[in-house]
């Protein structure tokens, strides 16, 4: 049996709001497994010899211009090669490069991916599991309040922004809906059950097929 075939990846899709990265931070307890969301975007920049600051600016969101944004890359060097100071990169190819690095990391060991289309990235991984976490609005209205110290009006407008950001970053690299339930092994309403029992069910299934 192979890496890849003995290895299983959980990916999270969420809402903002919803519970989702807590809910990955859970899994990654329960199973042992390192988990990827901030995490991956200095990984990528390791192995590519991107800045990290670049993913992070570009980080889930989509491109908007014609020919896509461009980047320049710091020096480094890659094997025998070095990418000189200057070099320019499209958001289409920080993409890939992000891809690869996600397909890399996900053949040699289980781990947790929040966001980033992993779950369409990783689609052809045999053990795979991608679940999409959603919640009512008072619900993430609390959580973000809460958790960033926030008035309600500006926890809506974070909501609203994030959740478009995200869904359009998903549905342009993807050519999907995000979101939409066919994309996912199971989407889960955090606010009806509260996330610990989120993450009963997601460890259930998965160790019911894996």
């Known amino acids: 049996m192979t890496d890849m075939e003995h290895n299983f990846v959980i990916t999270i899709g969420r809402q903002i709001g919803s519970g989702g990265l807590e809910t990955a931070r859970l899994l990654s307890e329960e199973f042992g497994i390192k988990m990827y969301d901030k995490e991956l975007l200095y990984e990528v920049s390791r192995e590519s010899g991107i800045c990290p600051e670049l993913f992070e600016k570009r980080d889930e969101k989509a ?12 020096s480094s060097v890659q ?7 200057g ?17 890399k990391i996900a053949s040699k060991e289980s781990c947790v991916f929040v966001g980033r289309c992993a779950d369409y990235i990783l689609r052809d991984h045999p053990r795979c599991y991608s679940f999409f976490i959603s919640a009512g609005i008072n619900f993430r209205v609390q959580r973000i309040m809460k958790g960033k110290g926030i008035g309600e009006a500006e926890a809506l407008r974070f909501i609203e922004q994030g ?3 995200r869904a359009s970053y998903y549905n342009y690299y993807t050519f999907k809906q995000w979101g939409d339930s066919s994309s996912y092994d199971m989407c889960i309403d955090s ?3 509260g996330v610990d029992k989120v993450v009963e069910i997601i460890k259930y299934y998965i160790n019911s097929i894996r």
């Open 87 to 103: 070099s320019i990169i499209s958001d289409e190819e920080l993409f890939k490069v992000q891809s690869t690095v996600m397909q």
């Open 79 to 85: 094997g025998n090669e070095i990418i000189p100071s």
């Open 63 to 74: 491109t908007r211009s014609k020919f896509g944004s461009f980047f320049g890359l710091r």
């Open 191 to 193: 606010s009806k059950i």
């Open 163 to 165: 959740d478009k950001k």
